[in-house]
Nanobody, 123 residues
Framework: QVQLAESGGGLVQAGGSLRLSCVASGSTRRIKSMGWYRQAPGKQRELVATLTSADNTDYLESVKGRFTISRAYARNTVHLQMNSLKPEDTAVYYC?????????????????WGQGTQVTVSE
């Protein structure tokens, strides 16, 4: 099992910045990727940014150039630096970790989620 603890959400004016952090604990050895998703009221959850164990990144098109995902290996921590925030970035942001399990010849993956942290961007 993997536990994810998020921090860093809050209220900010448009154009401002926030930094989200997520610390993974428990069975973290086989984590393959960590990332952030968000869900706004009435909308589906969407991928914001991910970072794999091979340091590959992927970003939602609308946040490219504004958001940066990074990781501190020693503490299984992933950060999301969010700059130039817009009101449309308002959502609950969820940390995600994907961990592999099982033998190599029959490897499988499972998702873990944090409890979510609210980000509100005012006009």
């Amino acid at each position: 099992q993997v536990q994810l603890a998020e921090s860093g959400g809050g209220l900010v004016q448009a154009g401002g910045s926030l930094r989200l952090s997520c610390v993974a604990s428990g069975s973290t050895r086989r984590i393959k990727s960590m990332g952030w998703y968000r869900q706004a009221p009435g909308k589906q959850r969407e991928l914001v940014a991910t970072l794999t164990s091979a340091d590959n990144t992927d970003y939602l098109e609308s946040v490219k150039g504004r958001f940066t995902i990074s990781r501190a290996y020693a503490r299984n921590t992933v950060h999301l630096q969010m700059n130039s925030l817009k009101p449309e970035d308002t959502a609950v942001y969820y940390c995600n970790a994907v961990r592999s399990y099982g033998p190599v010849e029959e490897i499988r993956y499972e998702d873990y989620w944090g409890q979510g942290t609210q980000v509100t961007v005012s006009e």
